[in-house]
């Protein structure tokens, strides 16, 4: 206890007897006594006589004796509360609540895991207990057995005082004696306090605060995750309990729960009132040796698809479909809200599944096990026929940019969106990227690239090897083919649509457009390029009437590896030419050779892959020889 002196003011003894001293001493911790007895009673009328001062009075050795008094108490209380807190840390370390049979239904047919509404509210009882011990004393809270009043007076007496409610219900005041707070209002307590001590002194001010609350116990029964007895602030309600308790277990009710008093139920509490509603009139507090019940579960109702919150719902009473939607959110933005699905599990050997339309059919009852899946407006493709097209025009045209055009369009009515063509454009190299394409392409290369991967597997586990160097030669192909490969797969396709167009087209074809096409329309180029087993691969100017051969012999022509039998020629427009389409030239045939290059146009002249030395041949023919020659010499002495 704090003892507050005015400053430059005497403090007074008492008027009735001017003792000083020892004997003075043992006089007032006599009183000091008597006033904390429990059984002390106190004189009104003879007290506001004596406390008749002219100055401030000092309530201090009493107030010593009362907070050692309190202090004890406290001590004694936080020991239990400690022990508590021990059983309820180790109630907190269970295995978390395994899903339903229901919860993993439903969440096999949404593809995502559904829960139940309201099981996120079920917070770590640490979090609880910090939110309990931060909230703010309401007006209304009853004074209890166990509370700790903070009392502070100024003025003719002086005293900050930290008193607990007995185990009668009172508080001791040195001076003024003990006064029953047990079950007071928290915002009657001024005013009770006040007229008590005002029997005693006078000109004085006080005020009165609540300091550590009281720890009450209360049991949590039913279908709850973890039943039993628990300690908790008196400040806790109904949501406070069952979230220390750990929630309703997978078969108890979110909606069915009971707080009992004495027998006597006393209070419904419903957590969707909570959670959907933002009611909290059901969450009642918390009093000693309450109940909480939870009940068995009622019906459930699985949400899923295009909803705001999918989840798993209770329903009570004869709640219908609208009803259920509300407690997850209503329908998502993207929702199609002209209808839903219900399947029924009570028709399962029947239809099973049932559309029903929205608004008119909102107001069906629903049964217990039925899954209402709504649907993604947006998600379905709809008919070319209907869709508004956004294409992107790039290039030589006038106005570049994105455009949105009519179910019917065409390539040429987005070059006359994008204000036609310039005069460097060059048709002949127009590129068109479609996304549904590129998809396609996707799927067909990486088909393509496991079977190649495939026969290569198999070509080299089936190869048969006699030496050193041809396991070494063998182990450095498959080295390379697994490089080979990861390169490949690197490459990804670009969904380009090859036009039918020709080197002197004027427009591009009459092709209907799909959503989100890209054209490009490049500047006319006056280069080619050559690459692969060239001396000198690169881009190269193109003159009139060059042929493709002329355009190799710029590069310097093939190399000795060069496989001049597979070179082709990509043209601008997506094209290829092969060589592989004749089969007589030095590069490809005649055909090949006296092909006229276009502006735009790739050479690859590619390497021989299956090439071997003069000496890996002569190697070769001389064991070819020597076992011929083994072999002769084995029939000659057979018939000698």
Known sequence: MAHRFPINLPVYPLRWHPLSGPLAAALLACIAYASAAPDTTTDTDSQNQNSATSGPVR????????????????????????????????????????????????????????QRLGSDLMLPMRSIAAMEANRQVPPDYVVGLGDEIQLTLWGSVDADLRL??????????????????????????NDLLT???????????????LGRLRSIRYYVTGFVAKPGAYSVSSLATVMTGLVQSGGPSAAGSFRNIELRRNGQVVGQFDLYDLLVR????????????????????????????????PAIVELKGNETVNDAIGFVGGLSTVADVRRVAIERLSERNDRRMVELSLPRDGSQRISNGDVVRAFNSVAAVLPQAKQ?????????????????????STLVD????????????YLFGTDLSRENVRKLQEAQYDRALRDLETDFTRNTSTQKVSNADDAAALAQK????????????AVRPTGRVVLDLTSDSRSVPALPVEDGDRLYIPALPNTVGVFGSVFNGGSYLLKPANSINDVVNLAGGPTRGADTGSMFVLRANGSVVSARQSSSGWIGGNSLASLAALPGDTVFVPEELNKTTFIQEAKDWTQILYQFGIGAAALKTIKN
Do not use: C, M, W
């Open 59 to 114: 309530l201090g050795p009493s107030a010593s004796r009362t907070q050692a008094t309190q202090d004890e108490s406290n001590r004694l209380l936080g020991e239990e509360d400690s022990v508590t807190d021990t059983r309820q840390r180790g109630r907190t370390t269970s295995k978390p609540s395994v899903p339903s049979e229901f919860e993993a239904y439903a969440s096999e047919l949404a593809g995502v895991p559904i």
């Open 164 to 189: 607990t409610v007995d185990r009668a219900g009172r508080i001791v005041i040195p001076r003024v004696g003990p006064v029953v707070v047990a079950g007071v209002r928290h915002a009657d307590l």
């Open 195 to 209: 007229r008590r001590v005002g029997q005693v002194f006078k000109n004085f001010q006080l005020s009165a605060t």
């Open 278 to 309: 933002g009611d909290k009139k059901g969450d009642l507090p918390l009093q000693a040796d309450d109940v909480l019940y939870v009940g068995p579960i009622g019906a459930q109702v699985a949400l899923i698809g295009s909803v705001n919150r």
């Open 388 to 408: 508004y097209k956004r294409i992107r025009v790039e290039g030589e045209v006038a106005r570049p940019g994105d455009y949105v055009l009519p179910p019917t």
């Open 414 to 425: 987005a070059v006359q969106a994008a204000g036609g063509l310039t005069s460097q454009a």
């Open 478 to 489: 498959q080295v390379g083919t697994t490089r080979l490969i990861e390169r490949l797969r």
